[in-house]
């Protein structure tokens, strides 16, 4: 990983991760998790709540995603390159649908 954009594409990725965490948290707060459409996310809020659940699957799954990515396609920029472009794709749509959810909601409180 030397380019310039492999650089950006992998804190892109970070940055959507942390916004997907915000947005989730809006959606789902305080104990909504009946709405999360994830089977292993909804579980987890379920036994732990909503924001430790967040927490746990984030740093669970998100920091050994990355490590490994990033340890094992570290030659490989192209592979590198299209890993986190697809990610980064995926978690900006859902992001997007957090969001467009979140103020769906707000306009239907505020009637």
Same mark, same amino acid.
């Given at each position: ?5 492999? +650089?950006?594409?992998? @804190?892109?990725? =970070?940055? #959507?991760?942390? !916004? ?6 809006? %959606? $789902? ?20 709540? +909503?924001?430790?659940? @967040?927490?746990? =699957?984030? #740093?669970?799954? !998100? ?6 990515? %990033? $340890? ?40």
């Amino acid at each position: 990983m030397k380019s310039v954009t492999s +650089v950006l594409l992998l @804190i892109v990725f =970070l940055i #959507l991760n942390i !916004l997907d965490a915000h947005s989730t948290w809006l %959606v $789902l707060k305080p104990n909504k998790y009946r709405q999360e459409r994830n089977p292993l996310a909804r579980l987890v809020m379920k036994k732990l709540g +909503v924001k430790r659940g @967040i927490y746990l =699957l984030k #740093l669970g799954l !998100l920091i050994p995603f990355t490590v490994f990515t %990033v $340890l094992y396609l570290r030659d490989d920029e192209k592979g590198f390159n299209l890993v986190f472009t697809i990610t980064d794709v995926v978690f900006g749509f859902v992001v997007y649908n957090n969001y467009k959810i979140y103020r769906k909601e707000l306009r239907r409180r505020n009637r």
